[in-house]
């Protein structure tokens, strides 16, 4: 079984039956990384793979210091022996470090998952912050809002997602150039 469908199957396993909207999204971002195969070369499947897994953290028997990167890298490393580049954007997807510092959590995060192959991780957050809790496709701008309703203005999430804002739209714009340039649509709305 190659890299990319032991993920899908390994994330359906996890997140269908307990958190069935979150596997609804993971489905759309897990899709939308697939897509970026021309721009990504021999790194697609890791990525894709990665997409796949990113929110596997939020599974509530996978649950330990209850920051969802973290958790998620720790469960892939430790439970599946994953590949450490795997586990490394798992747990740095969508500027984790941001909301971990924010929770107190960054030192274990940094220490346990350097951070490497920042076109990667911006690559991740691009799949994640264009796909909508449905996982359907959205822009960016409906994703930070959607986010900040969703949470509300007092949580650590909405306000590690405002600090986070300038790093997300520089991913994403970064990656919309490189499709651009390949001449490669994914049917994003405008
Ligand atoms: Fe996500």
Redesign the pocket.
């Known amino acids: 079984m190659g890299q990319v469908e032991w993920a899908r199957d390994l994330a359906r396993k996890v997140l269908e039956r307990p958190l069935p909207r979150?596997w609804e999204?993971?489905q759309g971002?897990g899709r939308r990384a697939e897509q970026l195969a021309p721009i990504l070369g021999k790194d697609a499947e890791i990525l894709a793979a990665s997409a796949w897994l990113?929110?596997i953290g939020y599974a509530p028997d996978l649950i330990d210091v209850g920051f969802h990167p973290i958790d998620g890298g720790r469960y892939l490393r430790d439970v599946h022996g994953a590949d450490e580049l795997l586990c490394r954007l798992v747990a740095h997807?969508?500027c984790a470090e941001i909301e971990a510092d924010e929770r107190g959590l960054l030192d274990i995060l940094q220490g346990e998952f350097p951070k490497e192959r920042g076109d990667l991780v911006e690559a991740l957050t691009f799949?994640?912050?264009t796909?909508s809790p449905d996982g359907v496709p959205l822009t960016v701008v409906d994703r930070l809002a959607e986010i900040r309703s969703r949470y509300g203005p007092d949580d650590a999430v909405t306000w590690s997602i405002n600090q986070a804002e300038p790093h997300i739209l520089r991913a994403v714009q970064s990656v919309e150039a490189k499709l651009a340039l390949s001449d490669v649509r994914l049917g994003c709305p405008a």
């Open positions: 979150r999204h993971t971002v990113h929110d997807h969508t799949c994640d912050m796909t």
